[in-house]
């Protein structure tokens, strides 16, 4: 359970629970919070705990710690749990490029990935997807979005796919014209209107930038055309997303707002358990809305289809210069509405190669990082 102290890490540790014996964990990571690392480890007694924030782990106090549990310290502990044999499954639930690391070396080793952690197919999505064909790993999607599609796939052959349709809520700017984003506040931003999530995911679902990195995740994961990927705007956040077959059957999954569905069907997969997800109330009535979404005002969509088309270090630096700005977005160094602007730039000045290297990913993460602060400070 890599990231056990986020969104997705805590929900996950609640599906574990509930599952009766039938999962178990192995192992926990937490980067600053290891205060809850360490309560959580009293809670689930795993064999190891990874705190990577080497200064996070040197100022806790590990006296609650379970006598049981080896305490990892440093980034490079997530590769060395990933690994170990008595692990089955991992939950890839870091947030942003930091999530990679652990999701390589779980491919590596043959491992099955219950993968939250888009970046890692963004920046990643060619080198990550052949990783996991060599080694017979298999990804299954977290993200509601693809493991809506991922459900629909199995009602049909690939080749009878038309196309997918993932669904966005469009965010709390959804009816804001586009004078309006500039005032917009932290606060604003963080205040998603159907789901709780992690800082990072909540403002990327503000700007439509989380829909962008959506588009380049199904790229990968499912080997679809960017242009088989439509996006449509479901404010109540219910049809997760759908399969477009060529017949014209359209082939959705419903539920509530709550990470703990798609959380529990990718740990169980091919599986299915009694659940702890909140569930659809049949008897009152539900109302469904779709609207295509304005690609004027939100300029994201049009650049991660741009990215998904392009592949090769597009995505490394659509991801590096996006967290960066919303780090300075978070930091109150940038507008909102200049977040999308600042990922444009460092993608029109990079110098782009179809072919890379894991390394030259990683290279480029820094330069769109350091191209986004240049940008902010001219
Ligand atoms: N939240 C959702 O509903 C949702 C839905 C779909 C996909 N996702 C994806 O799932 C991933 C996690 O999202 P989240 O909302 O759970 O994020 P979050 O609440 O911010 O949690 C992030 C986790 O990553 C850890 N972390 C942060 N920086 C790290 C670093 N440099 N090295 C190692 N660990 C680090 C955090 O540790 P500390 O807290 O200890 O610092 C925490 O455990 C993201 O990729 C997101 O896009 C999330």
């Known amino acids: 359970m890599l990231g056990s102290t986020g969104s997705i890490g805590r929900n996950t540790l609640e599906v574990i629970a509930g599952s009766a014996g039938r999962l178990q964990v192995a192992a926990l990571s937490a980067h600053g919070n290891v205060p809850l690392l360490i309560a959580q480890a009293a809670a689930v007694r795993p064999r190891w705990v990874v705190a990577t924030d080497p200064g996070a782990a040197k100022s806790a106090d590990w006296s609650g710690l379970p006598d049981e549990t080896e305490r990892i310290v440093g980034p490079e502990g997530l590769g060395r749990v990933a690994a170990e044999p008595e692990v089955d499954m991992v939950v890839s639930a870091i947030v942003g490029i930091a999530g990679l690391v652990g999701t390589w070396a779980a491919l590596a080793a043959g491992k099955r990935v219950a993968l939250a952690n888009k970046e890692s197919l963004v920046v990643g999505g060619g080198l990550v997807t ?6 017979q790993a298999k990804i299954i999607p977290v993200d509601s979005e693809h493991s809506a599609v991922f459900q629909a ?15 966005a809520s469009g965010g709390p700017f959804r009816n804001h014209a586009a004078d309006q984003l500039a005032g917009v506040t932290v606060e604003e931003a963080l205040a998603h209107p159907t789901w709780a999530m992690g800082p990072k995911i909540t403002v990327d679902s503000a700007t439509m930038m989380n829909k962008a990195l959506e588009i380049i995740e199904a790229r990968w994961l499912f080997d679809l055309a960017p242009d088989q990927i439509t996006v449509l705007i479901h404010p109540q956040s219910i049809v997760h997303s759908m399969v477009e077959y060529k017949d014209g059957s359209v082939i959705a999954q419903l539920g509530l707002p709550d990470m703990k569905l798609p ?13 702890v997800a909140a569930r659809l109330d049949w008897s009152e009535a539900i109302h469904l809305d779709f609207e295509p979404p304005d690609g004027e005002r939100f300029a994201a969509l049009a650049l991660g289809r741009e990215v998904a088309r392009r592949g090769g270090t597009a995505g490394a630096v659509l991801n590096g210069a996006n967290e960066a700005a919303v780090a300075a977005f978070l930091g109150h160094r940038l507008r909102f509405d200049r977040i999308v602007p600042a990922v444009c730039a460092a993608l029109e000045n990079h110098n782009f190669d179809p072919n890379p290297s894991l390394d030259q990913l990683f290279a480029l993460d820094r330069w769109a990082r350091e191209e986004v602060e240049r940008w902010i400070g001219a």
């Open 263 to 275: 959380i529990q069907y990718a740990l169980d997969w091919p599986a299915r358990h009694e659940g």
């Open 153 to 167: 796939l199995a009602a049909g052959r690939r080749e009878e796919v038309r196309r997918i349709i993932l669904t």
């Open 130 to 135: 052949q990783l996991a064909r060599d080694n």
